[in-house]
T-cell receptor
Framework: EAGVAQSPRYKIIEKRQSVAFWCNPI?????LYWYQQILGQGPKLLIQ????????DSQLPKDRFSAERLKGVDSTLKIQPAKLEDSAVYLC???????????FGSGTQLSVL | QKEVEQNSGPLSVPEGAIASLNCTYS??????FFWYRQYSGKSPELIMF????GDKEDGRFTAQLNKASQYVSLLIRDSQPSDSATYLC??????????FGRGTSLIVHP
């Protein structure tokens, strides 16, 4: 069974530039999460999708972050413009509907210079 | 604000010993409790989950839950150097949105 796919694996940008991350969940997983993990901290939820609908985006900085899951399968997270404090690993996770057991992708390590 | 607290460590134990990792949470309505292991530079991997008060054992791992004290722990018996990682506690209140602690770094030395 294929796991959660994420790309790119690494990204280096300058502040005020834009960046996008892509995630393809495990086949059949209705729920998709984007987490931000800053070095030395636990993952912090940015947004949760159930199929193509947003369940929770209360911690997403909507002035610069956006995310979509148009067809209820893969998802894109965008940051525009990036700030230095956005340097982190962006983790995508998926789960079966009504399950809280998360399966994580390999993450995208973002460095904002 | 739901909070999950963990001592960041590092917790250092000798090979073969029992490692005890602890986690407290603030939301009394929490229903589901998870332990994820995260190796350096890798993504979290679910290793244990528990829903009811008491103990749950799986191989060398035992999860313990005390809802009255809002406390969940993970015991690793016969610790191995390969167990060296950060262990993340995650708690959910039934909304299918786990909140993670900052993790405890475990070092098992030969």
């Amino acid at each position: 069974e294929a796991g959660v796919a994420q790309s790119p694996r690494y990204k280096i940008i300058e502040k005020r530039q834009s960046v996008a991350f892509w995630c393809n969940p495990i086949s059949g997983h209705a729920t998709l999460y984007w987490y931000q993990q800053i070095l030395g901290q636990g993952p912090k939820l940015l947004i949760q999708f159930q199929n193509n609908g947003v369940v929770d985006d209360s911690q997403l900085p909507k002035d610069r972050f956006s995310a979509e899951r148009l067809k209820g399968v893969d998802s894109t997270l965008k940051i525009q413009p990036a700030k230095l404090e956005d340097s982190a690993v962006y983790l995508c996770a998926s789960s079966l509907e009504d399950s809280e057991k998360l399966f994580f992708g390999s993450g995208t390590q973002l460095s904002v210079l | 604000q739901k909070e999950v607290e963990q001592n960041s460590g590092p917790l250092s134990v000798p090979e073969g010993a029992i490692a005890s990792l602890n986690c407290t949470y603030s939301d009394r309505g929490s229903q589901s409790f998870f332990w994820y292991r995260q190796y350096s530079g890798k993504s979290p991997e679910l290793i244990m989950f528990i829903y009811s008060n008491g103990d749950k054992e799986d191989g060398r791992f035992t999860a313990q839950l005390n809802k009255a004290s809002q406390y969940v722990s993970l015991l690793i018996r016969d610790s191995q150097p390969s167990d060296s990682a950060t262990y993340l506690c995650a708690v959910s209140g039934g909304s299918y949105i786990p909140t993670f602690g900052r993790g405890t770094s475990l070092i098992v030395h030969p």
